[in-house]
T-cell receptor, first 117, second 115 residues
Framework: DAGVIQSPRHEVTEMGQEVTLRCKPI?????LFWYRQTMMRGLELLIY????????DSGMPEDRFSAKMPNASFSTLKIQPSEPRDSAVYFC???????????????FGEGSRLTVL | KNQVEQSPQSLIILEGKNCTLQ??????????LRWYKQDTGRGPVSLTI?????NTKSNGRYTATLDADTKQSSLHITASQLSDSASYIC??????????????FGRGTSLIVHP
C-alpha cells in the first residue's frame, strides 16, 4: 500500500492567492482528518470526515478554509484567500473506524508545507 | 474539555542513556492512548497503543505504561540512539456517540539525542 498521499509537498504563494491541498487516503479507510501543525500550536484538527461526510469542522479557522471529500479516495483543503498566518504544515491522515469503539491507528501523509508571503 | 498535557516540552540526552516522557490526560469516555513518533519533516507514526485494561506495552526499546486511574501514561526509551531524535506525541481517543471518535493530541515532547 502506498500510504496516505498528499500533494503538493511544498507550496509557496502570495497573500490573497487561492491554495488547494490534496489528499488520497489509504484504500479501505473510512475516516479522514485534516490537521495543521505549527511550532506554536502543535497539531490542530481542522476537520474530520467519516464515510465522506464531514462530522466535525469546528477546527476550521474561518470561512476562508473549506474542505471537501467527494468520494472515498480523495479530499481537498482549500484556502481562499490565503494569508501569511496560514503558513504551516498541513497533514492529512486516514484510519479505519470501528463502531462504538475505535482502536484505529491514524496513518499520516508526509504533509504539505505552505508558505504564504 | 478533553485535554492531553505532555512533559517535558523538550529533552536533550546523550546517546546510550535512557529517558522517560510523560503524558497526562482528561479524556472521557476513554477508548485508547497511542504514542506517535514524528521525525523532522515527516508525518507522525504510531509506536504503541494502550487500551483501558493494559498497563504496560513494549515495542523494542520503547515501553509505554498506562495508569487509567490517575490518567497518566509514560513512554520510556532505553539505550537511546541518534535515530530516536524526534517529537513524541501522546494521542488519547474517546468513544463518541454513534460510534464516532475524536482523538486529542498533546503538544509533543521534542527529544534530541547527542552523540
Amino acid at each position: 500500500d502506498a500510504g496516505v498521499i498528499q500533494s503538493p509537498r511544498h507550496e509557496v504563494t502570495e497573500m490573497g492567492q487561492e491554495v488547494t491541498l490534496r489528499c488520497k487516503p489509504i484504500s479501505g479507510h473510512n475516516s479522514l482528518f485534516w490537521y495543521r501543525q505549527t511550532m506554536m500550536r502543535g497539531l490542530e484538527l481542522l476537520i474530520y470526515f467519516n464515510n465522506n461526510v464531514p462530522i466535525d469542522d469546528s477546527g476550521m479557522p474561518e470561512d476562508r478554509f473549506s474542505a471537501k471529500m467527494p468520494n472515498a479516495s480523495f479530499s481537498t483543503l482549500k484556502i481562499q484567500p490565503s494569508e501569511p498566518r496560514d503558513s504551516a504544515v498541513y497533514f492529512c491522515a486516514s484510519s479505519f473506524e470501528l463502531a462504538r469503539a475505535n482502536t484505529g491507528e491514524l496513518f499520516f501523509g508526509e504533509g504539505s508545507r505552505l508558505t504564504v508571503l | 474539555k478533553n485535554q492531553v498535557e505532555q512533559s517535558p516540552q523538550s529533552l536533550i540526552i546523550l546517546e546510550g542513556k535512557n529517558c522517560t516522557l510523560q503524558c497526562n490526560y482528561t479524556v472521557s469516555p476513554f477508548s485508547n492512548l497511542r504514542w506517535y513518533k514524528q521525525d523532522t519533516g515527516r508525518g507522525p507514526v504510531s509506536l504503541t497503543i494502550m487500551t483501558f485494561s493494559e498497563n504496560t506495552k513494549s515495542n523494542g526499546r520503547y515501553t509505554a505504561t498506562l495508569d487509567a486511574d490517575t490518567k497518566q501514561s509514560s513512554l520510556h526509551i532505553t539505550a537511546s540512539q541518534l535515530s530516536d531524535s524526534a517529537s513524541y506525541i501522546c494521542v488519547v481517543s474517546a468513544t463518541g456517540t454513534g460510534g464516532s471518535y475524536i482523538p486529542t493530541f498533546g503538544r509533543g515532547t521534542s527529544l534530541i539525542v547527542h552523540p
